[in-house]
């Protein structure tokens, strides 16, 4: 998929992009492939769902169910990137959610959410280390 003006959202450019589809926008590849190569939704859901057991399953469940934490199953609320970020680095201490900002690297983050955002009934696409970072 090539040139500028494809029409293309993103989410479906990034559906493409983990399919394989080479996505070529102004010439260049897509930003986020720029970003980090081997951040693929693939990869970074398959390294999410080991920190996510981790470091988020006692609370919210194995399967995402909730326990002690909110149930993430089909929750609209992993949707916003930016809300999702900051739960996880500055947690919500007042709602017993401890934040993992120096627990975790950017990559790591990015994987949880990743793997959260595309888990049990969810299907929110990618989150890049580059985000994580961006969001600390």
Same mark, same amino acid.
């Given at each position: 998929?090539? *040139?500028? =003006?494809? =029409?293309?959202?993103?989410?479906?450019?990034?559906?493409?992009?983990?399919?394989?589809?080479?996505?070529?926008?102004?010439?260049?590849?897509?930003?986020?492939?720029?970003?980090?190569?081997?951040?693929?939704?693939?990869?970074?859901?398959?390294?999410?769902?080991?920190?996510?057991?981790?470091?988020?399953?006692?609370?919210?469940?194995?399967?995402?169910? *909730?326990?002690?934490?909110?149930?993430?199953?089909?929750?609209?609320?992993?949707?916003?990137? =930016?809300?999702?970020?900051?739960?996880?680095?500055? *947690?919500?201490?007042?709602?017993?959610?401890?934040?993992?900002?120096?627990?975790?690297?950017?990559?790591?983050?990015?994987?949880?959410?990743?793997?959260?955002?595309?888990?049990?009934?969810?299907?929110?696409?990618?989150?890049?280390?580059?985000?994580? *970072?961006?969001?600390?």
């Amino acid at each position: 998929i090539t *040139g500028a =003006g494809t =029409g293309l959202g993103r989410s479906y450019a990034l559906l493409l992009a983990a399919r394989g589809a080479r996505l070529v926008v102004n010439n260049r590849r897509s930003r986020d492939s720029l970003r980090d190569p081997a951040a693929d939704l693939a990869t970074l859901t398959r390294e999410g769902q080991t920190q996510y057991v981790r470091n988020c399953a006692p609370c919210h469940g194995a399967q995402g169910q *909730g326990d002690m934490g909110p149930k993430l199953v089909a929750n609209e609320a992993v949707q916003a990137v =930016g809300n999702l970020l900051a739960m996880i680095i500055q *947690g919500a201490e007042n709602h017993g959610m401890p934040p993992f900002k120096d627990q975790l690297n950017d990559r790591q983050i990015a994987a949880i959410a990743t793997y959260v955002r595309n888990s049990w009934g969810n299907s929110f696409g990618l989150v890049t280390p580059a985000e994580a *970072g961006a969001a600390r």
